[in-house]
């Protein structure tokens, strides 16, 4: 009995034995598999690191690989390389650690992350411009409504605003309601009137009126009924808001399609560009043609980041993110547009008759929320000549801007926002104001557009 006790407590504590010594390897093993982890999270933000600081995101040279780098104690280090199929950025990184259990093969972990090349507003879409007729000329240069205009838009405008030949600016009710405190006509200049030109009326008084100098060839300030201005309050300090930056280097370098970037499926027989070189092309791009075309800009994680497809048959288009013409730009017959879009043009933009749309037949029904359109000029032309020219019964639902001048002129209709350096308004051309809130992606912002890196959803692994 005796023995069989010894033999059995001799089991028991043999076992204890080898329990603790595997919980204690476990422990070990499991601890060295965190460092190696670690070690491996390390070579991660290290190599992303040396990408944020490289200056280059765009280059595979930007990230060179590092065999083998210290990791902190106990013997830790850490590898990494990375890949660049533009503009998505791997990153492989392995952490390696001493095996603490008495084996000779050391414990290592990889990780694998994914960036991509991505683009933020330096100083956000201040979407309160986007609201205005606005005009960046200084004073001593003309806004001109003439020749029977009849607009209800707010007005944004930094010089001069002169009415000539029975033009007026109305009340615009959408505005005033909401936006009872901001007056709908805003000049940091003076404004004259003249050959039956009115602002507002007695009955329908424009919520306000504000003017940096006044009315009349020789401005006093306030502007009052005498001058044909009428309004509910009018006030005497400059506006100060400023025009969005059209940044046409950054997206020459990132509209996806765009030269850069060529559409990854479809065809685009109107073409991008037809050089390497960014210097506005010495064509025009038809984005109606006579033929049907779809093309898209799809990323390495099957992300479609750009989109426009036209149907010849039907009269219609599909538009997605920010595209960028390195030419100028024309649509040659109507079209009904769906999606929402910024198409950047190195050079001018017409609009020569027919109609550009967000809605059938450019009705009130029109929801910038779902579809808009953002038309960028990076012309610089000036009267006589345009940066965007809308002529001949021309209508246009969505935002523009230019680098140099608009033109609206013989029946034109245009819904939406208009800015530029100077706008020229005539001959019968109606501006229907239309509130836009949402930002649509490559929207012109304050201060520009610069590259960043973003984490691509569902890029960790490991």
Request: glycine residues 10%; hydrophobic residues 35%; charged residues 10%.
């Amino acid at each position: 009995m005796a023995l069989g006790i010894t033999v059995v407590l001799g089991i028991s504590v043999t076992a204890v034995a080898d329990y603790t010594m595997s919980n204690t390897r476990s422990a070990a093993d499991s601890n060295q598999r965190s460092t190696a982890y670690a070690a491996a999270e390390t070579g991660i933000n290290d190599a992303l690191s040396v990408l944020y600081n490289s200056g280059n995101f765009h280059s595979a040279a930007s990230v060179p690989p590092v065999s083998s780098q210290s990791a902190g104690p106990a013997g830790a280090t850490y590898s990494y390389s990375a890949t660049f199929v533009d503009p998505i950025w791997t990153i492989t990184a392995t952490g390696t650690v001493p095996n603490k259990t008495q084996g000779t093969k050391p414990v290592s972990k990889t990780l694998v992350r994914k960036v991509t090349i991505s683009t933020a507003a330096a100083g956000g879409v201040n979407t309160t411009v986007w609201n205005y007729i606005y005009s960046d000329a200084p004073p001593g240069s003309c806004l001109n409504l003439a020749n029977n205009s009849s607009i209800a838009t707010p007005f944004y405008i930094k010089g001069d605003l002169c009415l000539s030949n029975n033009a007026s600016i109305l009340r615009n009710n959408s505005f005033a309601t909401s936006f009872p405190d901001t007056p709908q006509v805003q000049v940091g200049g003076k404004i004259t009137l003249a050959n039956g030109a009115y602002i507002g009326t007695s009955a329908s008084k424009l919520n306000g009126v504000q003017t940096g100098a006044g009315c009349g060839s020789t401005p006093h300030n306030p502007c009052t009924t005498a001058d044909k201005v009428y309004a509910n309050q009018y006030l005497t300090t400059a506006p100060n808001l400023a025009k969005p930056t059209i940044d046409l280097a950054t997206w020459y370098k990132n509209a996806k399609p765009g030269p850069k970037y060529p559409f990854t499926s479809g065809s685009f027989p109107p073409g991008f560009a037809n050089d390497t070189t960014q210097n506005a092309g010495a064509r025009t791009i038809d984005l109606t043609p006579s033929q049907t075309y779809d093309c898209k800009f799809i990323d390495a994680t099957g992300q479609q980041l750009g989109r426009i497809a036209w149907d010849n048959t039907a009269k219609t288009m599909i538009i997605d993110g920010t595209l960028f013409f390195d030419g100028n730009g024309t649509f040659s017959q109507a079209a009904v547009y769906s999606g929402r879009a910024s198409f950047y043009f190195g050079g001018t933009v017409t609009f020569n008759g027919g109609s550009v749309c967000g809605i059938a037949s450019c009705t009130t029904s029109w929801n910038t929320s779902a579809n808009l359109m953002v038309v960028v000029a990076g012309s610089n032309a000036q009267s006589p000549s345009f940066a965007i020219n809308l002529i001949n019964n021309a209508q246009f639902q969505g935002a523009m801007e230019a680098n140099g001048d608009i033109n609206e002129s013989n029946n034109v209709g245009v819904w939406g926002s208009v800015v530029a350096h100077q706008v020229f308004i005539a001959n019968n051309a109606i501006d229907n104001y239309v509130p836009f809130g949402t930002p649509v992606p490559g929207q012109p912002a304050q201060g520009g557009y610069v590259e960043t890196l973003v984490l691509v959803n569902n890029g960790f692994s490991g």
